[in-house]
């Protein structure tokens, strides 16, 4: 009993609760200094990275000829970074495209892929009656839980040639004929 008691303890950790408390707010302090720390050198990396690249300009004391021509400067670099922004896009959408084909391609490669199989619930009848017989000797009838249709025959109507009674049917003899036909 001794023994199990020592091992026990041996698990245990060496540092009282208040103790462990306290080294964990100090990480988290620490942590939270240094996070500020590499917050402040991303933010001076940024500003010195767009110093170098985009210089800021001095305009004062500057002629209008002077600054008509800084604007033509700054007009063409505007248009290279265009023309460079407008090729990136394209080669992006040429390699998405690729993407998407070769993808098909493996999809293709490896075969269709198996639809997930839905749970379906069995009925009443179904479950009784598969209790009932040995479903190994059972044949499957589909069509016994449907319902059944009777069809009428549609009354056909004879197709006559309708150039025979034209002259019958003609004027107001043939109107009347109709409208006595219809009572």
């Not at 103790?19 to 240094?34: D, F, H, Q, S, W």
């Not at 004391?61 to 604007?71: A, F, I, K, M, T």
């Amino acid at each position: 009993m001794a023994e199990s008691f020592e091992k026990k303890s041996m698990f245990v950790s060496k540092y009282s609760a208040t103790r462990r408390l306290l080294l964990k707010t100090k990480l988290l302090k620490k942590a939270g200094i240094m996070l500020v720390a590499e917050f402040a050198d991303k933010k001076r990396e940024r500003e010195s990275a767009l110093n170098e690249r985009a210089p800021p300009l001095k305009l004062s004391g500057l002629s209008v000829q002077e600054l008509q021509d800084l604007c033509k400067d700054l007009h063409k670099k505007i248009d290279i970074v265009d023309e460079a922004r407008y090729d990136m896009e394209i080669k992006v959408g040429k390699n998405d495209l690729e993407i998407k084909s070769l993808t098909q391609k493996v999809d293709e490669i490896k075969g269709s892929k198996k639809p997930t199989l839905k749970r379906v619930k069995k009925s009443a009848a179904d479950a009784l009656s598969g209790a009932v017989a040995d479903t190994g000797k059972m044949k499957a009838d589909f069509t016994s839980g449907l319902k059944k249709v009777k069809k009428e025959e549609e009354k056909k109507e004879e197709v006559t040639d309708w150039r025979k009674n034209v002259d019958a049917m003609s004027g107001m003899e043939g109107r009347k004929k109709l409208f006595d036909a219809g009572k």
